[in-house]
């Protein structure tokens, strides 16, 4: 009777051990599955423009090319070695951003003086083929990395250029959100009238290498990693991503700031003269 008591006693104990073991060996074998596919796909990435490379070299050696045909084989090498080159770029920005133990620097960023940054590079990006409009509602800068920073938000604006056909619209506005007079949370918001996400594209965007349609992101020199990278940066700075999208309408990208990050405008960086 009391080795039944005990073994009632003791299932249950092992049945949570057995649980919390195959648990960790489920995490294990997610992990290293992960890093397979990563491989896999670093892999296939830096592939497919080698092998147009070897192509092009090829080309040159083996065809009698005049001037002009010359000049255009050496630009379509050029476009394959900077998609390499963007490819490692961005790897070694997800690779640092990954293994930093650390907080991000704590600047106080500039915000509207950002905004107008941005719209000068969607409309360097865009050339003058999208109407692209700008408007900071709120002069609340932002406390943070500007290099991370940077890397996130001017990715979202990239891609509402790139994953919007000519003619588009493309919107960034700086807004916040006051409780009695006090910031709750502000938002960076890039809208524009592109090619939509389809809703169940939208949990997995911030995979790595995830991308809607693989053909269009490469033709628009796209990675696949940019908004892994938005992602890291924005969990870092205690940031969320909200996106809504409509395909064939277009798409909504905000980053949402809490309070804690936001300043009043010109409040000076931590370790700079007032
Ligand atoms: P990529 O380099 O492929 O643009 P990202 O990580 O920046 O990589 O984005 C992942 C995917 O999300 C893109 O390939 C694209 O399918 C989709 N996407 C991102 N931004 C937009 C947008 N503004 N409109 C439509 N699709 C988008």
């Known amino acids: 009777r009391s080795q039944f008591t005990l073994s009632v006693q003791v299932f249950p104990y092992g049945d949570q051990q057995k649980l919390l073991l195959s648990q960790d060996i489920t995490q294990l074998e997610r992990t290293e599955s992960m890093r397979r596919d990563f491989v896999a796909n670093v892999s296939h990435e830096i592939k497919t423009p080698l092998t147009v490379l070897g192509g092009f070299v090829e080309t040159m050696r083996d065809m009698p090319l005049d001037e002009t045909q010359r000049l255009r084989v050496l630009d379509m090498m050029q476009t394959q070695s900077d998609r390499m080159r963007h490819l490692v770029d961005d790897l070694l920005v997800l690779a ?21 940054q941005y719209q000068n590079e969607a409309q360097a990006l865009s050339g003058g083929r999208h ?5 900071a509602r709120t002069d609340l800068w932002v406390r943070g990395s500007p290099q991370e920073l940077h890397s996130a938000l001017s990715n979202l604006v990239s891609n509402a250029v790139r994953y919007t056909p000519d003619g588009g619209a493309i919107s960034l506005a700086w807004d916040a959100v006051l409780i009695d007079g006090q910031p709750r949370y502000a938002e960076f918001s890039v ?6 996400i389809a809703a169940e594209h939208i949990p997995r965007l911030t995979e790595r290498f995830y991308r809607v349609d693989r053909g269009r992101s490469r033709e628009s020199g796209g990675t696949g990693l940019g908004l892994a990278i938005a992602k890291h940066v924005l969990v870092r700075h205690q940031a969320e991503l909200l996106v809504h999208s409509t395909p064939g309408k277009g798409s909504r990208f905000v980053v949402r700031f809490p309070a804690a990050r936001l300043a009043p405008a010109g409040t ?4 700079r003269a007032a």
């Open 131 to 135: 109407q692209i409009k700008m408007e």
């Open 96 to 116: 640092r951003l990954e293994g930093d133990p650390y907080p991000p620097t704590e600047m106080v960023i500039d915000m509207p003086s950002m905004m107008t």
């Open 191 to 196: 809208s524009d009238t592109g090619i939509g």
């Open 268 to 271: 000076p960086s931590a370790g």
